[in-house]
């Protein structure tokens, strides 16, 4: 089995933690052959760098919604990896909000932006893009970008699921059945549920749902942060016997026969 990459470049979420950049918003790197970004927030190109990732070597980016926190660096990425002749062929995945705008929201990156990728694709849950033999499917989501979703990402290591800001609600599990990993955009603490987020007891409901081997908790909101990480994913640990881990930025998880955790540079900001 070969073995597949998971990088956190960032593991902040929410408009205070995205402004303090107290925890980096960058996104996710997967590297299963071909390398996808998720939601190249703010932070996320000094992530790049700090985890001396060439940006050039990115095949594809993937945006859930069309908020700040998610696509920020993207025309940045975008501008410099399309001036690069590697031949390597470069895609967007995202939401018809960040593509296209829906009312008052986005478009997040311009067409003179569009025009530079090989591939551009607006996908809505159930929709299936492959880039470079690995599938991608978009998952619904409930959030206050009506169009967000998020990602199920069959590598060659097995399903690695990327929860998008969404409610917990009917639907919103099922695709994400079968994940090997689940990313949990879990924003918010126990006892502070808040619309359009995923809250810590959200985090178990799904998990148990799901059984994965691994739950990743990330997307960490302010008062996430105050009410102490490793707590609350100790909470889903204790309620549901399945692992779990608060993300940490520049953590490595890496994926193959075995899973294996190491946090990075080390240089997370606690
Ligand atoms: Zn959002």
């Not at 979420?13 to 939601?39: A, K, M, N, W």
């Not at 001396?52 to 993207?74: F, G, W």
């Not at 059984?211 to 302010?222: A, E, F, Q, S």
Request: with cysteine.
């Amino acid at each position: 089995m070969s073995m597949t990459r998971l990088l956190f470049l960032g593991t902040g979420g929410g408009r205070f933690v995205t402004l303090t950049q107290e925890r980096s918003t960058g996104g996710i790197l997967i590297d299963d052959g071909p390398r996808l970004h998720i939601d190249p927030g703010p932070g996320a190109l000094s992530a790049l760098r700090r985890n001396r990732v060439n940006p050039k070597d990115l095949d594809a980016i993937l945006i859930s919604h069309c908020h700040p926190d998610h696509y920020a660096n993207a025309e940045v990425l975008i501008e410099g990896i399309s001036s690069f002749r590697s031949g390597r062929k470069r895609a967007l995945l995202a939401s018809h909000s960040v593509i296209k705008g829906r009312g008052e929201i986005g478009p997040a990156i311009s067409k003179y932006h569009l025009n530079k990728l090989d591939l551009v694709r607006t996908m809505k849950g159930g929709d299936i893009q492959e880039i470079k033999g690995v599938k991608i499917t978009a998952t619904p989501s409930i959030h206050s970008d009506p169009d967000t979703i998020g990602f199920k990402i069959s590598t060659s290591s097995g399903d690695i699921s990327y929860v998008a800001d969404t409610e917990l609600r009917d639907g919103i599990v099922d695709l994400h059945k079968g994940a090997r990993i689940l990313i949990l955009s879990t924003t918010r603490p126990l006892r502070a549920r808040i619309p359009h987020h995923l809250s810590t007891e959200d985090a178990a409901y799904f998990a148990e749902c799901i059984r994965p081997d691994l739950v990743i908790l990330t997307h960490l909101g302010k008062r996430f942060l105050k009410d102490d990480p490793n707590y609350q994913a100790g909470w889903v640990h204790n309620k549901t016997g399945i692992e779990t881990i608060a993300a940490i930025d520049n953590m490595l998880v890496t994926i193959g026969e075995d899973i294996g955790i190491s946090s990075g540079t080390g240089d997370n900001g606690q």
